[in-house]
């Protein structure tokens, strides 16, 4: 039964006797994984509280997972690191800085990110969560073009950069990230981590499964995963995440690596709760074996949570629980036909 990995993020809450509380009731409903934010904010106030947070997680014989959370702005956090070092931010074709983005190739930045995996590896968890690199678009303009990936510009395509984006320019931004990947997942590698990664499922403003070629071959990149929010929009939710989780899973396969799915489990509208248990199965019947939640308890800690998280928590759970039933019905029906012949 541990080929299957079930969980889900958390969010917000750093007062230890309720992480305690909330890890043992994720325990206690089918999850064996946490994916932990660990923010700027939280290394640079909770450190040790975040080291006690590891612990106790995997206490309760959950595998931790730490996220990226913000470190260079969004998805997550704006970023902290942008006030100690300015000459890093993003710049826009148009001039136009980014107020909240690093630039990934500054090399103070690469630094911050190395000391920061360092801080990973002290909590003593085992996997760092790199969730969904991408660089923003701004209309007809496109970042990072500041002096530092200008000058790489020029000299790899012997021009300047566009002030719209063309074809090199958009070669030349996913060459961005993939040479941040390397860097980063290597230095974890290093020190003994898992890299995850969880990418777009379609075409966006980065990395997503359609252009992982770009990282999907990096050696120190373990797992690749993506996540099918179907955005309770009308659409078959079952449908939707059955061939997300398939394109998922093919492309980690492709690379030779491990995958996670995710599951929806915020912005959730009330009435449409049920669609959490169909989309979970989804997940679970194209193979997947590594499904997780964003976010526990309906994401009730942000202002994106479930209009009803405590049905959100429920249907979750249920989810989890079916596809665990799923799992030991598979293995004892392997095992019949191998015995009883």
């Given amino acids: 039964m541990q080929n299957l990995r079930t969980g889900a993020a958390y969010h917000g809450c750093r007062m230890l006797h309720h992480v305690e509380n909330d ?8 999850m064996n994984l946490v ?3 660990l923010s700027h904010t939280d290394w ?33 956090d704006k970023s902290h690191f942008l006030a100690y070092h300015p000459e890093a931010h993003q710049i826009y074709s148009n001039g136009e800085p980014d107020p909240v983005r690093a630039c990934l190739r500054q090399p103070s930045f ?6 920061w995996i360092d801080t990973v590896a002290w909590t003593g968890a085992k996997t760092i969560f ?7 678009m701004r209309e007809k303009a496109y970042s990072c073009t500041c002096p530092l990936c200008r000058k790489a510009f020029e000299e790899k395509y012997g021009r300047p950069m566009p002030e719209e984006m063309d074809e090199d320019a958009a070669a030349f931004r996913l060459d961005t ?5 390397r860097d980063i997942c290597d230095y974890a590698a290093s020190k003994g981590l898992t890299n995850a990664v969880c990418v777009m499922l379609s075409e966006g403003i980065g990395i997503n499964l359609s252009s992982l070629g770009r990282i999907g071959g990096i050696d120190s990149l373990h797992n690749i995963g993506s ?3 179907w955005g309770y929009t009308g659409v078959n939710p079952y449908e939707f995440v059955y061939n997300g989780a398939k394109k998922t899973l093919a492309t980690a396969a492709q ?3 491990d995958h996670n799915v995710w599951i929806q489990t915020y912005h959730t509208p009330r009435g449409m709760e049920e669609e959490i248990v169909q989309a979970t199965e989804a997940a679970y019947d194209a193979g997947a074996r590594t499904i997780i939640a964003w976010g526990y308890f309906g994401s009730i800690s942000n202002d994106y949570g479930a209009k009803n998280p405590y049905l959100v928590r429920a249907k979750t759970n249920q989810a989890f629980a079916r596809i665990w039933d799923f799992e030991r019905d598979r293995i004892l029906a392997e095992n019949r036909e191998k015995y009883r012949k």
Avoid: T
């Fill in 23 to 30: 890890m043992r009731d994720m325990a206690d409903h089918h």
């Fill in 35 to 37: 994916v932990h934010m």
């Fill in 44 to 76: 640079d106030r909770h450190c040790r509280v975040m080291k006690e947070i590891v612990e106790i997680s995997e206490d309760a014989g959950l595998e931790v997972w730490l996220d990226n959370w913000g470190l260079g702005g969004p998805p997550g």
């Fill in 110 to 115: 690469r630094q911050f990110v190395h000391e």
């Fill in 130 to 136: 790199w969730d969904e690199p991408h660089l923003p």
């Fill in 177 to 181: 990230i993939a040479d941040y990947f």
């Fill in 227 to 229: 996540d099918p929010y």
């Fill in 255 to 257: 690379y030779g690596k």
